[in-house]
């Protein structure tokens, strides 16, 4: 088997600027966070950023000038944080193009994909401006109620990324807690990269399999980073550092550049 | 002092929305919601399931997270309920109550949370609606809150419609409206907070309603009270509701 | 809360004649099958049956006469026993009308059902006399791809029975190893059913929720089987029991009574 | 004795059909496919993940379960994968290989296990095609498997198509036949078992075929012999095997 355990900075060289990335998690938790910084200090450019719910990570990208596109449903800091200034600001200056989703559209685009689709229907949505604004197009049931149904395309990111509890060196990723979106997210993206907390046995996650999130196969590199998700939560492990939040977001390079060497992955002992 | 502060009277007219074996949903960023939920498993004696956006089912975390998404709501959870499922429990119409939030709110229950401003070249770039636009119309009933209560939030017009659909309720720190979904109505004023006269509210509201049938909105309870005050023991609550021009002492 | 917990045969008198079952598990593996043998103690008639893969269950049925229509995608008894000769001889003698699906449609009708929505496209088919068969109808992505896509109608069953490894009072329902198509069926159904091997404590189950596979707000009432998946096989607890499945497959109603009687749920000690 | 008993000759040839670092599936109903699985997974040096229809990954059980969605293929996997996943991953085209079976088979790899006679009312009604209406299309190589080669059972005209699509390989008793599904192409013989004949196999096979390429198919090696040996400790494998019509001492 080819090894699939790499650096995190390995992680993030492999995914090239213009990619399109489905992050994992949802605002402040489990998110892959420590690759987003990496992929800042790697000066990635003109990336497209697909999730739900994303704020901190969003936020930390488009500061970096690292996002020029982005898919979302919601986005904010969170955790009485408020909206995302970056993010907010950088689309308000023109720097970042936005296709406004309802989540479960972005959802709806991901199942799509995952199921070799080109187009997946969803609920609701009528009433709403965002259906002329993303010229989503409806569909009357073709079995005669003559219900209307939108229909969203297929959405496959370039690259998925999440942060899991606990992975082995063949990639199968386990997860406690709330999945998010990660499920169908790791089934849309053409590739999917893991981030993990930690490196177990094999014949520990075979303990039990119903756990394992993603099957190994499907995940072609992997790295260990310990508090990946700093400052957001992990559930059970960690919950989210408020503070460090905070000194994120004060303004300025300064504060970005102090955040990103402060980060747990920046720290010597872990990047040996 | 007033009787109700801002962020408590939000949190007790959401959990009183509730309606008995109701299954209820709080989302992202949503702390008054879920501070709500919360609260009325532990003031009001009958049964309803509270899902979390946070996965837990029915959790009643002591202490309130900062968080609405806080992995504290999963925390003696039997299981996890992912947010797959209950946006398809929405869509299918089985999930009976859902909590939303909004910039700007119209007389017939729409919300706009994109942008203020032309949205290609927004003003001010918003968060977005989260599920809004899917849940909305599919859900039976949409209970709305808005912390700021003024002409610039409860709007005649809004600038872009994020959401349309069920809402059933609005709460904002002085007032409660409501309406019927079915009958594509307008919002009427249903109870206000006693300090505060409806045709104060007319005044800070953008859009005209109907406060024929208004009444008082109804004391807190003690058991309200108590669990307010033990979930809120660090008055996170009032972190959520921003600097209302001041009505009367509030 | 209401009381959840009923008997068997309380479980199998809520599903009336005439109702559309989607039935848990597949071919011989954590099937319901304790239930399915009440709804024929209990002479039901006109079932419909809803599953992919079924075998032993809509066999027994066929041959109780107690069901009249059917959505499979492939049905056997499996384990080198070949074909379900009761379903088989319904259908050649006209009395059991079947819907012939490829797995997987089923699965998209069941995942449309779950979504709210009155159809879902389903990849593939194409070259299949199933398509104009079933007339399902096809649309062209309206995205400018020009891809035909089929799509199937919405299916949702009246009931959804899973057998499940481990529920507590509440409904929440545990299940090891493979969910098979549990997860959609029970999303799809207008009422959840449960019968499980044990009861245990809502504790036991939050020790671990990521296992809970339906969460008990939405299961109606549930029934406590041990092995209730017999003589099929409920990982990790019990193999198939191969020597009954034979002895249910010999000819005439008496081999059928004497199986029923022989059955685990029959004896004395667990009806009590 | 000859060198290949039926159920041996379907089980290797199937097995020699996965290539290195490919994604294999065998379903439902389906023992002689994951016996082949096992068998390379033993027999064969480069790496391939073998999913079961049961739910595991790359599980490779010390003897056969006598069911193809036993849960004994469960052991030890670190993974579930379920249902709807390996249906997904096939429609989106990342399931290289896809075991599938068959009552009737034509020339083109299509596929009847849905009726003989009149669908709406057969003589015999067949099992039905489990999923292979959608994966035949969807996945890029299909492999077929008949352990009856018979004018009946490899036929010029289907009574009824289940499927059809990317049919890359047919495996029976006496013959591997092969196609390219991107030329659309009818099935040419590629190798038959050496005590049989091209001739003797045209003359049980329903379909014309080219047997300008055919070779005698290459012995067991002796990986493979003690493989199955191995995994088929108690010949169930026989079993699956209908006792076909004997050419030569077979």
Redesign the interface.
């Known amino acids: 088997?080819t090894e699939k355990i790499v650096s995190l900075a390995e992680l993030a060289r492999s995914i090239p600027d213009g990619a399109s990335i489905g992050f994992g998690g949802?605002?402040?938790?489990r998110g892959p966070f420590a690759l987003v910084r990496e992929l800042a200090r790697r000066g990635a450019r003109d990336l497209e950023v697909i999730k739900?719910?994303p704020g901190y990570d969003i936020d930390l990208l488009a500061r970096a000038h690292a996002v020029s596109r982005a898919k979302?449903?919601?986005?904010?800091i969170?955790?009485?944080f408020g909206?995302?200034p970056a993010?907010?600001r950088a689309?308000?200056d023109?720097d970042l193009k936005?296709e406004?989703?309802?989540?479960?559209?972005i959802?709806?685009g991901l199942r799509?994909?995952?199921?070799?689709?080109?187009?997946?229907?969803?609920?609701?949505?009528?009433?709403?401006?965002?259906l002329e604004?993303n010229k989503w197009?409806t569909?009357v049931?073709?079995?005669g109620?003559g219900?209307e149904?939108v229909?969203v395309?297929a959405i496959a990111p370039d690259v998925a990324v999440i942060h899991a509890n606990e992975v082995?060196a063949?990639g199968?990723a386990r997860?406690?807690?709330?999945?998010?979106?990660d499920?169908?997210l790791t089934?849309a993206a053409k590739r999917v990269l893991v981030t993990a907390e930690r490196l177990v046995s094999?014949e520990h996650?075979?303990q039990?399999?119903?756990?394992?999130l993603?099957?190994?196969?499907m995940v072609e590199a992997l790295a260990i980073v310990p508090r990946g998700a700093w400052p957001g939560?992990l559930?059970?492990d960690y919950?989210?550092d408020?503070q460090a939040v905070a000194a994120y977001l004060e303004p300025g390079d300064e504060a970005l550049a102090r955040h990103l060497a402060g980060a747990p992955e920046a720290q010597a002992f872990v990047r040996a | 002092m007033p009787e109700w502060r801002d962020a408590e009277y939000v949190v007790v007219n959401l959990a009183r929305a509730i309606q008995p074996n109701e299954v209820v949903f709080s989302g992202v960023n949503s702390v008054l919601p879920m501070a709500a939920c919360i609260l009325a498993k532990r003031a009001y004696d009958f049964p309803f399931t509270y899902l979390s956006v946070a996965g837990g089912v029915d959790v009643v975390p002591e202490r309130l997270p900062r968080s609405s998404t806080d992995p504290a709501l999963l925390a003696g959870s039997a299981a996890i309920f992912s947010n797959e499922d209950f946006y398809d429990l929405a869509t299918r119409g089985k999930l009976d109550l859902i909590y939303l939030g909004a910039a700007q709110i119209d007389a017939f229950g729409r919300t706009n949370v994109s942008a203020i401003g032309e949205w290609a070249h927004p003003k001010v770039r918003l968060p977005g609606g989260g599920g809004a636009a899917v849940m909305m119309p599919t859900a039976p009933r949409i209970a709305l809150w808005r912390t700021e209560h003024s002409p610039r939030t409860l709007v005649e017009k809004l600038e872009f419609i994020t959401a349309a659909g069920n809402t059933v309720v609005l709460v904002t720190p002085y007032a409660v409206f409501e309406r019927d979904p079915a009958k594509n109505e307008r919002f009427h004023l249903a109870t206000h907070r006693p300090d505060v006269t409806p045709a104060e509210i007319a005044a800070r509201t953008g859009f005209a309603f109907d406060a024929a049938r208004a009444a008082p909105t109804p004391t807190m309870s003690k058991r309200e009270r108590a669990a307010l005050d033990a979930i809120d023991a660090f008055d996170l609550l009032d972190n959520e509701t921003p600097k209302n021009e001041t009505l009367r002492g509030a």
């Open positions: 088997m949802s605002f402040l938790h739900a719910s979302t449903g919601i986005v904010a969170e955790g009485g909206l995302a993010y907010r689309i308000e023109g936005l406004e989703h309802s989540c479960m559209t959802a709806a799509a994909a995952a199921a070799g689709v080109p187009f997946a229907p969803v609920a609701g949505v009528f009433g709403s401006d965002l604004l197009k569909v049931d073709p079995y109620t219900k149904t229909v395309p082995d063949r199968n997860v406690y807690g709330s999945p998010h979106w499920h169908p089934r094999t996650l075979a039990q399999p119903e756990l394992t993603v099957p190994g196969f939560s559930h059970p919950e989210v408020y």
